[in-house]
């Protein structure tokens, strides 16, 4: 069974520019959430969408948004982006309850010129 | 302000040797907090998860501990190999909430 895929691998956009990340969840998961990740920090909560709402929004502006498809994929789009945006973005996918656990995929490395 | 806390210095240790990490939090209080092992350039790989009403949970050689008064939690792996070498991360989920907040992680090391 395909774990979590998320598209493109790697990524290289200039500022101002815009980008759109994917995000397909482990079959039967209804729960997709965003994670920033910077080197040699933690992963930081960006959105968690569930059954195609919105449940959850970290401290990002509203330049990060995101979106959940029927079949429970999801997108991931930054508008105007800045070389403080280059990061590692993670997609995690789980079954919907707060202690379920998170299943992560490897993730898009986004690099801003 | 909300602080998780994990130490950002590499611990080393010896093959076969406890590892034992730690993770605080102040201004919290969770109702799950998780422990995920990452591997350079890959996503996080869940652990354990243990419960506010929980003082210990244990897989295999994985040992962790959650004292809500102390506000900390505490990973252990006992009788550790090269391979158990990454970085390990706590998250916690504030009660009443889905978000899932991370620490910096801490990168163990085990010597052979």
């Known amino acids: 069974d395909a774990g979590v895929t998320q598209s493109p691998t790697h990524l290289i956009k200039t500022r101002g520019q815009h980008v759109t990340l994917r995000c397909s969840p482990i079959?039967?998961?209804?729960?997709v959430s965003w994670y920033q990740q910077v080197l040699g920090q933690g992963p930081q909560f960006i959105f968690q969408y569930y059954e195609k709402e919105e449940r959850g929004r970290g401290n990002f502006p509203d330049r990060f948004s995101a979106r959940q498809f029927p079949n429970y994929s999801s997108e991931l789009n930054v508008n105007a982006l800045l070389l403080g945006d280059s990061a590692l973005y993670l997609c995690a996918s789980s079954a919907g309850d707060r202690h379920n656990e998170q299943f992560f995929g490897p993730g898009t490395r986004l690099t801003v010129l | 302000s909300q602080k998780i806390e994990q130490n950002s210095e590499a611990l080393n240790i010896q093959e076969g040797k406890t590892a034992t990490l730690t993770c605080n939090y102040t201004?919290?209080?969770?109702?799950?907090l998780q422990w995920y092992r990452q591997d350079p350039g890959r996503g996080p790989v869940f652990l354990l998860l243990i419960r506010e009403n929980e003082k210990e949970k244990r897989k295999e050689r994985l040992k962790v501990t959650f004292d809500t008064t102390l506000k900390q939690s505490l990973f252990h792996i006992t009788a550790s190999q090269p391979a158990d070498s990454a970085t390990y991360l706590c998250a916690l989920a504030p009660g009443g909430t889905y978000k899932y907040i991370f620490g910096t992680g801490t990168r163990l090391k085990v010597l052979a």
């Open positions: 201004n919290y209080s969770p109702a799950y």
């Open positions: 079959s039967g998961h209804k729960s």
